[in-house]
């Protein structure tokens, strides 16, 4: 395959590979893609356990605090 140009789609830096579906100069950028996919905008959810209203850019999370993680987690059983 003939080697093409590409800018890297984090950083911008210009970079050559043979691939292509190349989109990242280095696994930092990848990586810092996959943490940003993760990590989102800022947004404001409220505790699915005690109601307190928090706010978080990691889409993943759904309790205040670990405290109210484990009740819902005994609740649960």
Do not use: L, W
């Not at 691939?19 to 699915?48: L, T, V, W």
Request: some cysteine.
């Amino acid at each position: 395959m003939p080697v093409r140009k590409i800018h890297c789609a984090v950083c911008g830096s210009e970079f050559e590979h043979n691939h292509p579906d190349a989109k990242f100069c280095s696994n930092r950028c990848k990586q810092e893609n996959k943490y940003n996919k993760i990590r989102g905008d800022y947004r404001s959810i409220d505790c699915r356990q005690c109601g307190i209203e928090i706010f978080t850019n990691d889409r993943r999370v759904k309790y205040c605090s670990t405290e109210c993680h484990m009740v819902s987690r005994i609740m649960q059983r």
